[in-house]
């Protein structure tokens, strides 16, 4: 029964499935993105795969859809009178059903449960398409633009041999509509990433009720993940950073196999995903329960940088102009520039690195991480503080301010150890 309703695309079994979007949220994406296009045709591929196992749909088929199908297909039409969302689903195989579950048939029922006018097979997509082209000549690739190295997206391959052999229609460019969309939240999409941010934290505060020497990086990384999925969460929203000692120093630390030792710091960068949506938060703790003198000056340099640079956001602001320059001028006046190697802020959303534009200035909805750091690889001292961040119409909403990061916040969590 799971991996039916796995097929659906709801993710009803979760844990507490209050937060599952609602077919509604789909449809008025989708309306809107209608909308946006004005005309031409646009055909989105989902990501493909084996129905056994776990699935991970494109974000942006998922955005629009809600469904985690492997091989989907949607196609819209925005000046259509009837039809002018299609979802086309890969056909059924009876040996694959005899080994990942049944999937759903055709008819009302379906489309009703997924909120489409016409759901279908994948094989009618050029029959589909060829009609559509009667009333537009012009193809909207939707997709993320590549680079020139990059594949060629399959949307846009299916486009070059439309084009080929239906004189006169033209590929449009309208990739930045899907990415626009996405960058600010609705309410919905803030429920989903504040339930992610929740389960991060009890994550994190069991880990750090429980750290102690003797133990290894990876003995607290399987308690920080098994508390996110007996909290509900469906997966991690990115490999978890789990370090101790020099190994805080390391920006993607992975290997996570250390022995843990009473006076080194211990850092966790960790996100737990929710309907889809990512959490990504870094605390840095000392083993013993105290920071040393210099453990200590270093947090309270990182943390001053981190409130200096959430101070800067708000509408009309620039992620790396404003916000990044706040953290790095308040890191270089302590005499440690050197030692702050990364940017401090990426946007969050369906994915931890989420889409987003770093040369135009936040919006109210926007989500951002601000992390500022400082790595000292020859004290072992690796200090980094994430937090997630909601633009407001007149500034910013701590979204993780629950989940302890300031010294004494910390020592004081740690004391019931």
Known sequence: MRKILLTLGFAVFLADAAFCLPKEVFKERRTKLLDL?????????????????EFKQDDNFYYLTGVEEPGAILVLAPKEYSRKEVLLLAPRNPEDERWSGERPSLGKKLEDSLGFEYVGRTGGLGWIVNSYLQHTTNLCYLSPSVSASSPVPTDLNFYRDVSARVPGTSI????????????????????AMQKAIDITGEGFKKAALTVKSGMTERDVQDIIENEFKVRGARQLAFPSIVATGKNTTTLH??????????????LMDIGAEFDHYAADVSRTIPVSGKFSPEQRKIYEIVLKAQNAAMAKVKPGAYVREDVHAEAKRVIEEAGYGEYFI???????GLDVHDVGDYGSPLKAGMVISVEPG?????????????DDVLVTKNGFKLLTGHIPRKVDEIEKLMSGK
């Open 37 to 53: 296009m004005g005309d031409g045709v646009a055909v989105l591929y989902g990501k493909t795969g084996s129905f056994e196992g």
């Open 172 to 191: 449009k460019n309208m990739s930045h509509l899907i990415r626009e969309m996405r960058t600010v939240k609705t309410d919905e999409e803030l429920a």
């Open 253 to 266: 630390y992975t290997r996570n196999d250390a022995i843990v030792n009473e006076g080194d710091l211990f």
């Open 342 to 348: 990364h940017n401090t802020s990426h946007f969050i």
């Open 374 to 386: 400082i790595y000292l690889p020859e004290q072992g001292i690796g200090v980094r503080i994430e």
